[in-house]
């Protein structure tokens, strides 16, 4: 190896800074620098470096090995130099104490190989002006990195520049610990989410993060590029042969970076630091220094926050389905099987549970449903939606009926003594059409009329006439319309203690049939018709007529709708 590449450092011998990893997200902390940081030194980095670059070196064994971190620089010229070693160390010598004996040559170059030193450079000045074949034969033998200078190097200095390099290096490891420290304390004492706790380490590391419980299924996945597709496709398989290391540290085909995540004193599941964009392992310090400080976190949220994990992935997951947030379909289907749903050539729809304003918190609930639906075979997703709805999102296989798993839910809602509309969306086969069919389901449960005899639920063949007038009991126009058809004949009742609004209904319920209207009103048939004569006028209409009639009809039924307990929608 040349030394012709030192023009690439600086003045004072300090390396070019390394590409910036991954984009960082707009809501990290100002001024906060990325984990990892810089990691030590390789050989190949010092060779580099203008101070020994001067010296023309030349590498002529252990190639491979410049790779190696050099954590110390050491001058000696003494015969045993490994007894003052600790590993890691660059040895510097003029080769002065050599000796000629091939075997303490070889046990020379052992023992600088056994200890674990980085490399050793001999200046071809004084003693020698080529290099001893014994020597290099013995550093081929064991691939141990052997450099040739063959000008003349200010050891001294390059301790002094090396030196430096390394402390502050140091230094700057200690610093960026200390603000890891801070960022999760600060996240820790105003109460972040979990999701909010992986993204964070994320986005300093640069490398995705997933949280994943004991039976693999991702709960979050923190991307510091948003996406999270790559890092969740196939999660479980991936998963299960990457076992779990007794400490912190990598594991498995891909070199995920592992740690345990405990509960009161109990492995509650891992976090995992996968491969970043660029395929490079979290392998730094800094690395784990994050992970085990993201356990440590989550461990506290887990004691002030009272919802499970997985219910509020799931409840995250739902959410993100239902306002089309997902980036992709390979996405959507990525986060929902890495929670163990599998959505491939299923067929999906949406129940919507509606126990209404004031129901209170639905997680209890929320977990009997997933329970009972699970006991029943089915991969269900299952969480609290807008609209005071718990969504349930089915991913049934093609022979698989619906009607009696949404049945069977309907019995477990019942049997909990909650008052509460059910009511389903069409099917459909893909993840991102999941909108559509919640849409359909949240207009059959604003369609539902309280009181529905022997309804197990509601589905979109159910809206008639009545059930599309309630969906729009709060618009504005519908209710302007039945106080202009027959709100001068509920005055004209009020004033005078009549009964004709009762008398119109029977009439129109019984299509305009004057002998079976009198017969059901228990009226004779002139009083009857004397009171029609009396609607005619209050309201100024033609009963005879069919058209007046209909507008008659739908007014009164939205005028029932209206009072029923439930009250009006928002409009």
Not at 92 to 119: F, H, K
Not at 239 to 254: H, V
Not at 318 to 327: A, P
Request: aromatic share 4%.
């Amino acid at each position: 190896m040349n030394g012709s590449g030192g023009n690439a450092y600086d003045a004072a011998g300090r390396p070019p800074a390394r590409p910036a990893g991954p984009p960082t997200a707009p809501s990290r902390p100002a001024g906060l620098p990325r984990v990892p940081g810089r990691p030590p030194l390789s050989l190949a980095e010092v060779l580099r470096l203008p101070v020994l670059a001067a010296g023309a070196p030349e590498v002529v064994s252990g190639h491979g090995q410049l790779s190696r971190p050099v954590r110390w620089v050491h001058i000696t010229e003494l015969l045993d130099p490994a007894s003052f070693l600790k590993g890691g160390e660059l040895v510097l010598t003029t080769g002065m104490p050599l000796p000629e004996d091939p075997s303490l040559v070889r046990r020379y170059v052992d023992e600088l190989a056994d200890i674990g030193a980085a490399g050793l450079v001999i200046e071809l000045v004084r003693r020698y002006h080529r290099p001893p074949s014994e020597l290099v034969r013995a550093c081929l033998a064991r691939d141990f990195p052997l450099v040739l200078l063959s000008r003349t190097v200010n050891f001294v200095e390059v301790t002094q520049v090396l030196h430096s390099l390394i402390v502050g290096n140091q230094v700057e490891s200690l610093r960026r610990a200390q603000d890891v420290h801070d960022t999760f304390t600060a996240l820790t004492l105003r109460g972040a989410g979990p999701d909010e706790v992986v993204g964070m380490a994320a986005e300093l590391s640069g490398h995705p993060v997933v949280l994943e419980n004991l039976v693999h299924q991702a709960v979050i996945c923190g991307s510091p590029g948003g996406g999270v597709e790559g890092a969740l496709t196939g999660w479980e398989r991936r998963s299960r042969a990457t076992p779990s290391p007794d400490r912190t540290g990598l594991s498995g085909p891909e070199d995920w970076l592992v740690a345990a995540v405990e509960y009161r004193g109990e492995r509650w599941g891992r976090l995992l630091m996968l491969p970043d964009g660029a395929g490079d392992p979290a392998v730094g310090p800094e690395d784990a220094m994050v992970l085990e400080r993201t356990a440590t976190a989550l461990t506290i949220a887990r004691l002030t926050h009272h919802t499970r994990w997985e219910r509020r992935a799931q409840r995250t997951l739902l959410l993100d389905l239902v306002e089309q947030r997902c980036r992709s379909r390979g996405e959507a289907r990525a986060r929902a099987e890495a929670l163990g749903v599998p959505v491939a050539g299923r067929r999906l729809m949406v129940v919507l549970v509606s126990p209404g304003p004031g129901a209170g918190e639905t997680t209890e609930l929320e977990d009997r449903l997933t329970d009972e639906l699970g006991a029943a075979g089915a991969a269900v997703l299952v969480g609290a939606l807008p609209g005071d709805h718990i969504g349930v999102l089915l991913a049934l296989p093609a022979a698989t009926a619906w009607r009696p798993l949404v049945e069977r839910l309907s019995r477990s809602v019942r049997e909990s003594r909650l008052d509460a509309v059910i009511s389903v969306g069409s099917e459909v086969s893909d993840l991102s059409q999941t909108a559509r069919s919640f849409q359909q389901a949240a207009r059959v449960a604003d369609a539902a009329v309280p009181g529905t005899p022997d309804k197990a639920f509601h589905e979109l063949s159910d809206i008639g006439l009545r059930q599309l007038l309630y969906a729009l009991r709060g618009d504005v126009r519908l209710q302007e319309f039945v106080e202009r058809q027959l709100g001068r004949l509920v005055d004209y009742d009020e004033r005078h203690g009549t009964d004709l609004l009762p008398v119109l209904r029977t009439f129109l319920d019984a299509a305009g049939n004057k002998t079976v209207a009198a017969k059901r009103a228990n009226l004779s048939r002139q009083a009857f018709y004397q009171r029609l004569h009396s609607i005619e006028r209050v309201l100024g209409c033609d009963l005879e007529s069919g058209e007046q009639r209909t507008q008659l009809h739908v007014a009164l039924t939205a005028f029932h709708l209206l009072r029923l307990s439930r009250g009006p929608a928002p409009s």
